[in-house]
């Protein structure tokens, strides 16, 4: 008998220490599996839900190259997620914003610039994210012989008063000029600090809209000239110099030269937690840091001069 009721015991005992590593290694999985879960599950808004549904956006040229690369990036970490980007230039996408038609009205300039007069309400409610900065340099296909021109020869060029480039030290060969239409933010940008001035569309000159078309026709066009961000320049055309100074990052980022503008990113009000997770990642040290430098582009917290709406520049 009491053999019996020691085996029982003991019995009894084996089996709340069993059920006890149980419990600590259950404990342990649980720990680890949630560790493991958090650090590949995707970002979630403040409400808890995980990113999913679509955003549109539409706009800037010179800016939609570092947006579609930064939105298959998030997309890669979204699987729910669609993200569209159009160009179309920055007067469409301040538009089209305005009229939320889109999520995001891409900018090379501020909306106060471009929504004017009867449009001037509908600027006031554009929330405006600045993602980076953006510099304009003039281009040429490579034969014409020059690698910088004046402000002022500049000028000449696009209101017709020169017409060959011999007329500037080049060869001896009619200019072409390849310009953006009226409702673009890059040819706002050059105009107001390259030349200084409005120009009038000159008969005979090519207009296109995306900086893209842009590229490939002054690098294929003999006694083409244009302008271009810097994220589009390559070995097919010839990179001016204005007023001697190189349109170079260093340059840009010390306020030496001149062409350059804000890259914004407008909503309709305040975003809402899909579109402002988007808009914050543009902000990240892996975006700022690897797609916005990566790409041409300047990280606005390295700009050691800023510039307000009226083009007025100040030391930081």
Known sequence: MRSRKSWVMALALTSVLALSACGNNGGNNTANGGNAEASNAPTQTNSGAELSGSILASGSTALQPLVEQVAEKFMEQHAGLDIQVQGGGSGTGLTQVAEKQVDIGNSD???EEKLKDADA?????LVDHQVAVVAIAAVTHPA?????????????I???????????????QKIQIINRPASSGTRATFEKFALGTKTEDLQGSIQEDSSGTVKKIIGETPGAIGYLALSYLDQTVQTLKYDSVDPSVDNVISGKYPVWAYEHMYTNGEPNETVKAFLDYFLTDEVQNGDVTELGYIPASKMQVSRDVAGTVTNK
Not at 121 to 125: G, L, Q
Not at 144 to 156: A, E, N, P, W
Request: charged content about 30%; proline content about 0%.
């Open 109 to 111: 300039v501020f909306a």
């Open 144 to 156: 014409v012989g020059v690698d910088g021109l004046t402000k002022q020869q500049l000028v000449d």
């Open 121 to 125: 309400e509908k600027a006031k409610a």
């Open 158 to 172: 696009f209101t017709g008063k020169i017409t060959n480039w011999k007329d500037v030290g080049g060869a001896d």
